[in-house]
């Protein structure tokens, strides 16, 4: 049925089974559009968001209902909790069942914390309402039939461009975040120019700093997270460069690069492995176990077992597995006739398999004390051509050019110039992007499990 409003606007409202749920779904639609066919809206489609609270008369909860939040306490499960909110009979617990019983909560995964709301209404549980993050809530609907129906309630994010640019007076940490950005945001930037500067000696006050990341929004214009940097620019005293976020398109890695489409990064780390100590170096010596002297391939870090192993490069893992003396072991494949490998970890990264595409800085393995080991420690070697090379003493190649190839060059400066583009436009600097409110909301993707 199409309507036409007081306000000039109108609305598609329809109805249809989903799972045995009678779904409502409306669509606004401006009075200059009002000329053009409206399509049928989706089945699956409502206006509610997942932001809001859920005693809204588009999910059919009658008023006056009686609400009652709790968060899950350390040491709780949700079953103690659903005790805890006193709900009638065995509702909450089989409010519960429906959304455990299916793979929308696991609920041995969840965390002190949660947000769980129960909203009482004629002495029954008309709702369970779980928020497992910002715009994702999961709801167990008391059914016409008394029994409950999950499903699941995602706000569709909208992605607006954030420009920060300021100047360093107190630290990048403090002058980047009182201006939009946010723990993750202020790491990327740091990780960017982590080859190029010393954090802790090499930036002083007066020193430019700019960024450019997304902000992701609801359709009601509340912010649910930042997104990951686009671009770092650093204008100081000890580095004065910027850097482009791209993906390349043949190793669909995402890299940064400057202007010119010089990587940010070296080809391969020397050191996969922070806060270890060097406790031997590549030479001959003599064997801590078999007593014999012979090459030492490779150089040790000693740390604590548990401690992650990093990818030294990008690359492809060619072996994760048992290898003899060298116990639980990897080996990865890098351009240029380099290989890294990894031994005696306690155990291998998520994921972690052969033939898996790994990026440098990606955690591969923890350090421990497998095979031919005295104690904790990360054994790594460096391959080139097949020789076990020194990597403290090799003078490491930088990391990729994308002007070597055309095509992929001027794929990266098509993204360089998109982002230049929100630069120079003051609408993505904070006061506009920040300021989101009248946004009109838009229909919320629901799912019934």
Do not use: C
């Not at 002495?123 to 910002?134: R, V």
């Not at 975040?177 to 954090?199: I, M, N, P, T």
């Not at 072991?329 to 595409?357: D, M, P, Q, V």
């Not at 110039?417 to 506009?432: H, K, Q, S, V």
């Amino acid at each position: 049925m199409l309507k036409t409003m007081s306000d000039g606007t109108r609305k598609w409202a329809g109805a249809a089974a989903v799972a045995g749920l009678a779904v409502v779904t409306v669509f606004t639609v401006s009075q200059d559009a009002a000329e053009a066919p409206v399509a049928a809206p989706e089945p699956v489609e409502t206006v509610n968001l997942a932001s809001l609270p859920i005693d809204q008369e588009d999910f059919g909860i009658a008023a006056p209902l009686d609400v009652r939040p709790t968060v899950l306490k350390r040491r709780e499960t949700l079953s103690d909790v659903i005790k805890r909110l006193d709900l009638p009979g065995s509702d909450g617990h089989r409010a519960l069942y429906s959304l455990t019983s299916t793979d929308l909560l696991d609920a041995r995964r969840v965390r002190p914390g949660l947000e769980v709301t129960a909203h009482v209404a004629d002495d029954s549980l008309n709702a369970l309402s779980i928020k497992l993050e910002e715009g994702r809530r999961l709801l167990a609907k008391r059914m016409p039939s008394g029994e409950y129906q999950a499903m699941a309630l995602d706000s569709r994010l909208i992605a607006r461009p954030l420009t920060v640019r300021g100047s360093i007076e107190t630290s990048l940490y403090q002058d980047a975040q009182s201006l939009g950005a946010e723990d993750q945001q202020v790491v990327d930037f740091a990780q960017v120019f982590a080859y190029d500067l010393d954090f802790q000696r090499e930036v002083h006050p007066g020193d430019q700093f700019e960024m450019v990341f997304n902000v992701m929004t609801d359709e009601r214009g509340n912010v649910i997270r930042r997104g990951e940097v686009l671009y770092a620019s650093l204008n100081g005293k000890a580095v004065n460069k910027s850097f482009y976020s791209f993906t390349t398109p043949d190793e669909d890695i995402t890299d940064y690069f400057q202007a010119n489409g010089e990587s940010s990064t070296k080809f391969l780390m020397k050191t996969p492995i922070n806060g270890a100590r060097l406790s031997s170096r590549f030479g001959k010596r003599r064997h801590p176990i078999s007593g014999y002297t012979r090459l030492h391939k490779g150089t040790d870090f000693a740390a604590p077992t548990g401690t992650p192993i990093y990818a030294a490069g990008n690359g492809v893992v060619e072996r994760a597995s048992r290898y003899g003396g060298y116990g639980h072991y990897i080996r990865i494949r890098h351009a240029k006739g380099y290989k890294t490998a990894y031994a005696h970890l306690s155990r291998y990264g998520r994921g972690i398999k052969s033939g898996r595409r790994v990026k440098q800085g990606d955690v591969i393995g923890y350090v421990g004390s497998t095979g031919a080991s005295t104690g904790p420690h990360l054994h790594y070697e460096v391959y080139k051509n097949g020789k076990a090379v020194d990597v403290m003493r090799l003078k490491l190649p930088t990391g990729r050019k994308l002007a070597m190839d055309p095509e992929i060059f001027e794929a990266f400066a098509v993204e360089r110039d998109r982002i230049d583009a929100i630069r120079g436009d003051d609408r993505n600097l904070p006061e506009f992007v920040v300021a989101t409110a009248g946004v009109p909301p838009a229909p919320l993707r629901l799912r019934a499990r």
